[in-house]
Every structure is written in structure tokens, then in C-alpha cells.
């Protein structure tokens, strides 16, 4: 499904090179749900934007379905089948909720069909349809939207780029919900997620550590997690909150 | 009734949503001339004798009926001035649907000034949608100057609802309102200019009234090389409350100049502005192009649903 063969990253912070994914070879099978861990700073929303194409290697090759992705852009991406769910989700002055399923989903869906999208994460959805994507939506409601178009894409590989960043304690549980649901529905289709909770690892098929931008680890949930508990690459709930409003050390 | 040719027909259209002539009292003016009027028992409509333009009384207690006064004009070189006069009586509510449609293939420039004045009775709502629309090839240009005067008496409202998204190369309108108590005006206003388009916005709103309130909001988009300037002017003379908004994209080498202007002359006035101009965020377009659209479709998404 997806592969990359030494990929590398490099940005200019100061006038140095600084090196964020150092030499990164990765296979991941159809089917499979993987979570990718490992502590801040490793790489990890790096490695998830360079799947999606919003930023390109700066060595290695990236291959989906069997074809060299390297040098597609964005779209091209997207349309061969990689969904992206951002960290930090965007808003737009006049969008509306509708209008944003309806642009990644790529037909004119019906109302109700929207509407099943946003129960499915957890909001009201008459209340939700006719809103605009703006300063009036709070952090967590924007989030649950973000995913929810990401859901209406039904895409062969979706990534998502630290799900529970800026979600509350009952969203969360929600969340977990909906990647669950997703592997039921999906079978064939394919899932990664960026996160170092230990509840959406737990969800995993397989899970990839990755530190200082090298592959730590990866294997089977039931071969790697058990080493990762109590690290910063696999943060409990009630910990994760705390860290929320800056009490957790790394 | 005049019959308009199908250019005129398409302008009709774009500027009043009107396919066939529409129910209820109107006006329509092509060319300068009408081409069809109609008055109801409520609403009546008098073409005025010393200047081009009409008077349009209605009478206290109309609801749910509307007016139609919608301009086309697809002679090249045309100029008029039209002063058109609405008297809205106590306790009525209805909606005005005015708007301006040029087609110029020629060379000369076409011009069309609308002076509208509104006397809105005491209690009386009104829905008043002007859009603005050019067309046509010629190196003429289309020029529309509109000056609208709007009068509230005391508990009074009115909505009005300004719209010029394409074809109009020059245009320079001036909003002045005076509210009574309790008085309330709300202005939507959507512009997009383009080409070497200028396009100049001036409001003054007297608030003179005890719980007299406005709220005027502005959103535009000046692509290419075109100049807008909007220029917003709130007085409170009395308690009462009054917000300004100018939210803008820039694109291209556009060029945007706002200028907010509150004026406070009573202790319990409470004024606001926000005015905010830049581009389209590098994160909205990668949003939008991650779901699979192109950039430029991205940016026409985004750009559509600003000016919603």
C-alpha cells in the first residue's frame, strides 16, 4: 500500500541544515491500522505531511499502490486515495460545515448524508450542517469537523495527524470510537496515526517508534507497546489531559 | 409592456433574479426608458416629472409585498441620473429589490447614477437587495455611481443588502442613514473587483436616537490590479450601539485601503470597528487541496464562500 525507501527531510533552521527524517525505510500492507509514536520533536507530524505531500523529501522516494509519489503534488495525493486529517485543523470565513463535506467527499451528498458523518463524530448534526467554519467554532467542535470530512472521503489511506491534540476528555472517548468504527466499515482501507496515547495505541495492528527522525521500532502492538508504557511514547489518558495544560514533563 | 431583447433579459437575471415580469409592484428601465410598470392597491408608482426617476409610496400596514425597480442598459455611451424617492408608511414590511445590469460592447462608457431615497415610517421593516452587475466586451466603460439616503422614524428597520461581483469598472457609492430611537440598520455588503476595477464605499451612519443601532459589514475580494476603498463612518449622538466591519482578501497586485471612523458625541454611545485585510492563508489552500481540488480551485472555493 505505502512504502518509503530512504526518505529523508532536511530544513534550514539558522543557516544549519537540520535533519528532521534521517534515512527512513517503511512498509505498511493494505488493511492495517498503524500508530506512529515516539517522543515531541521526533519527526512524527513531519513523516505524516510527507505521506500527504504538503512537504516533499529532500532524498528517498515514496511509493503508493506501486507508484513513485515522490514529486506529486497535494492533489494528485488526494485524489489517488491519501486523506490527511491536520493536527491543527483550519478555518475558513464563509464555509460552511456542509459545504466542506461536500468538497471532500467530491459529489453534492444530501443533507442527511452529511448529517450521518458528523453523528458519527460525536456532534448534533442539525446544528452543526449550516455553520461556518469559523473564530465561533471552539478547538475541539473544529476537530471532530476535521474528521468527519476526512471520514466523508472514504479514502483507500487516511492519516491522522495527532487526532486527540485540543480534544476534551469526552470527545476523546469518541474519538477512539471512530477509528474503531472506521477499521469495521474500511476492511481493505488503510490507517496511520500520529499519536502517543495509549488508548489509540492499544488500537493498533502495528505500531512505529520513531526518535530523532530514525525508525525506533515497529512490530506487532502486542511486541512493541508493552516497552513504550510508562515513556512519553505512550501517554495514558488522565496524563495526556494534564499535558494538555503544560503538566507533564518530558 | 416593452419587450426586452435577450441580452436585456440576461441582465434582468443577474441583477434581480427575475425570469418573467415579477408579481407585485415594479419598475423596469432599460435603455432609459420603462419598460413596464405596474403599481398594486398598496404599493403605487409614479415616474416623477421634472427629473428621470420615480416615487414609490407604500401605504402604512402593507406586508409581505414586494418592489422591483431593476435598471438594464445595453446601449454604449449611455448617462443618466435617476432619482428614485421610496416613502415606506407606518408599521409596513416589505422587500425592494433594485439593481443595475450593464452590457457595454462599445466604445463609449455607460453610466448609470441611482439616487435612491428611503422615508421609512415609524415601525417599518424593509429588505432592500441592490446587486450591481457589468458585462460586454467594448473598451467602454461600465460605471455605476449609486447614492442611497436612508431616513428611519422611530422603531424602524431595514435591511439592506449590497452585491457587485463582476463587470463593473468603476463605481463610487455613498451610504448616508439617520436613525430615531430604537431605529435599526443593518448593511451586507459584497464586492469583488478585478481587472484595473476601482470600486469606492462611503458610509455615514447617524445614530441621533436613544437605542438606535447599526451594524455595517462589509467582506470584499480585489484581485488583478483593481482598488477598492471602503470608508465607514459611525456617529453615535445618543445611547446607542453601532459596529462596523471591512473584511477583505487581497490578491494578485490588488490594493485595499479601509478606513474605519467612529465618532462618539454621547457618553452611552458604544461604538466598534474591526477591519482586517490580507491574503488567503497558505494553510486553507493545502486544506482544501488535500480533500483533491486543484489550488486555483481551492482559492475559487474559498473566495465563493467569503462572499456568500
Given at each position: 500500500m505505502l512504502e518509503l525507501r530512504n526518505v529523508s527531510f532536511q530544513v534550514d533552521a539558522d543557516g544549519q541544515d537540520k535533519e528532521i527524517i534521517r534515512d527512513i525505510s517503511l512498509k505498511l500492507p493494505e488493511g492495517r491500522l498503524t500508530v506512529i509514536t515516539g517522543p515531541n520533536g521526533g519527526g512524527k507530524s513531519t513523516l505524516a505531511r510527507l505521506i500527504a505531500g504538503i512537504e516533499k523529501p529532500t532524498d528517498g522516494q515514496i511509493f503508493f499502490r506501486g507508484e513513485d509519489i515522490t514529486s506529486w503534488g497535494v492533489t494528485e495525493r488526494a485524489r489517488a486515495g491519501i486523506a490527511f486529517a491536520f493536527q491543527q485543523p483550519v478555518r475558513f470565513k464563509g464555509l460552511q460545515v456542509l459545504d466542506l463535506i461536500r468538497i471532500a467527499s467530491g459529489r453534492q451528498v444530501s443533507v442527511s448524508e452529511a448529517c450521518s458523518y458528523l453523528s458519527r463524530v460525536g456532534l448534533c448534526a442539525r446544528d452543526y450542517i449550516g455553520r461556518e467554519i469559523n473564530a465561533s467554532l471552539s478547538g475541539g467542535e473544529l476537530k471532530r469537523i476535521e474528521i468527519a470530512t476526512v471520514l466523508a472521503r472514504g479514502a483507500a489511506l487516511t492519516v491522522f495527524d495527532e487526532p486527540e491534540a485540543g480534544i476534551d476528555l469526552w470527545s476523546f472517548q469518541n474519538l477512539i470510537q471512530v477509528f474503531t468504527d472506521m477499521r469495521e466499515r474500511m476492511k481493505e482501507r488503510s490507517i496511520i496515526i500520529i499519536s502517543h496515547q495509549e488508548r489509540i495505541l492499544n488500537t493498533a495492528d502495528e505500531i512505529i517508534v520513531l526518535r530523532d527522525g530514525r525508525v525506533a521500532a515497529q512490530g506487532s502492538k502486542e511486541d512493541v507497546l508493552p516497552g513504550l508504557i510508562g515513556t512519553t511514547s505512550a501517554i495514558g489518558t488522565c496524563r495526556a489531559l494534564d499535558s494538555e495544560s503544560g503538566g507533564i514533563v518530558e | 409592456?416593452?419587450?426586452?431583447?435577450?441580452?436585456?433579459?440576461?441582465?434582468?437575471?443577474?441583477?434581480?433574479?427575475?425570469?418573467?415580469?415579477?408579481?407585485?409592484?415594479?419598475?423596469?428601465?432599460?435603455?432609459?426608458?420603462?419598460?413596464?410598470?405596474?403599481?398594486?392597491?398598496?404599493?403605487?408608482?409614479?415616474?416623477?416629472?421634472?427629473?428621470?426617476?420615480?416615487?414609490?409610496?407604500?401605504?402604512?400596514?402593507?406586508?409581505?409585498?414586494?418592489?422591483?425597480?431593476?435598471?438594464?442598459?445595453?446601449?454604449?455611451?449611455?448617462?443618466?441620473?435617476?432619482?428614485?424617492?421610496?416613502?415606506?408608511?407606518?408599521?409596513?414590511?416589505?422587500?425592494?429589490?433594485?439593481?443595475?445590469?450593464?452590457?457595454?460592447?462599445?466604445?463609449?462608457?455607460?453610466?448609470?447614477?441611482?439616487?435612491?431615497?428611503?422615508?421609512?415610517?415609524?415601525?417599518?421593516?424593509?429588505?432592500?437587495?441592490?446587486?450591481?452587475?457589468?458585462?460586454?466586451?467594448?473598451?467602454?466603460?461600465?460605471?455605476?455611481?449609486?447614492?442611497?439616503?436612508?431616513?428611519?422614524?422611530?422603531?424602524?428597520?431595514?435591511?439592506?443588502?449590497?452585491?457587485?461581483?463582476?463587470?463593473?469598472?468603476?463605481?463610487?457609492?455613498?451610504?448616508?442613514?439617520?436613525?430615531?430611537?430604537?431605529?435599526?440598520?443593518?448593511?451586507?455588503?459584497?464586492?469583488?473587483?478585478?481587472?484595473?476595477?476601482?470600486?469606492?464605499?462611503?458610509?455615514?451612519?447617524?445614530?441621533?436616537?436613544?437605542?438606535?443601532?447599526a451594524d455595517v459589514v462589509s467582506r470584499s475580494v480585489a484581485r488583478d490590479h483593481s482598488y477598492q476603498k471602503f470608508d465607514a463612518k459611525l456617529v453615535g449622538n445618543a445611547a446607542c450601539n453601532g459596529h462596523t466591519e471591512c473584511d477583505s482578501i487581497i490578491m494578485d497586485q490588488g490594493r485595499i485601503l479601509a478606513v474605519p471612523g467612529l465618532e462618539a458625541n454621547n457618553v452611552d454611545a458604544a461604538l466598534v470597528h474591526e477591519a482586517a485585510i490580507g491574503k488567503i492563508a497558505g494553510e486553507q489552500l493545502i486544506k482544501l487541496m488535500t480533500l483533491g481540488l486543484t489550488e486555483q480551485e481551492a482559492e475559487e472555493q474559498i473566495i465563493n464562500g467569503f462572499l456568500k
Open positions: - | 409592456m416593452m419587450k426586452l431583447d435577450e441580452m436585456q433579459k440576461r441582465l434582468l437575471l443577474e441583477v434581480a433574479d427575475l425570469h418573467a415580469v415579477p408579481e407585485g409592484a415594479y419598475n423596469i428601465r432599460a435603455n432609459s426608458q420603462s419598460a413596464g410598470r405596474q403599481s398594486t392597491a398598496n404599493i403605487e408608482i409614479v415616474p416623477k416629472t421634472e427629473v428621470s426617476g420615480l416615487e414609490i409610496r407604500i401605504k402604512p400596514g402593507t406586508k409581505n409585498e414586494s418592489v422591483h425597480i431593476p435598471v438594464v442598459m445595453t446601449q454604449s455611451g449611455l448617462k443618466e441620473v435617476v432619482y428614485n424617492d421610496f416613502f415606506i408608511g407606518e408599521g409596513a414590511d416589505v422587500v425592494i429589490v433594485a439593481g443595475c445590469g450593464i452590457d457595454n460592447c462599445g466604445n463609449q462608457d455607460s453610466q448609470h447614477d441611482g439616487i435612491h431615497r428611503f422615508y421609512v415610517g415609524k415601525g417599518a421593516h424593509i429588505r432592500y437587495v441592490e446587486k450591481h452587475y457589468g458585462s460586454g466586451s467594448g473598451a467602454g466603460k461600465r460605471i455605476l455611481n449609486p447614492v442611497t439616503e436612508v431616513y428611519q422614524e422611530e422603531g424602524s428597520s431595514v435591511e439592506m443588502e449590497m452585491v457587485q461581483i463582476k463587470g463593473v469598472d468603476d463605481t463610487e457609492r455613498a451610504t448616508i442613514a439617520e436613525l430615531a430611537a430604537g431605529a435599526r440598520l443593518v448593511v451586507r455588503e459584497r464586492l469583488m473587483t478585478h481587472g484595473d476595477q476601482r470600486a469606492i464605499s462611503t458610509y455615514t451612519v447617524h445614530l441621533n436616537g436613544e437605542g438606535a443601532s
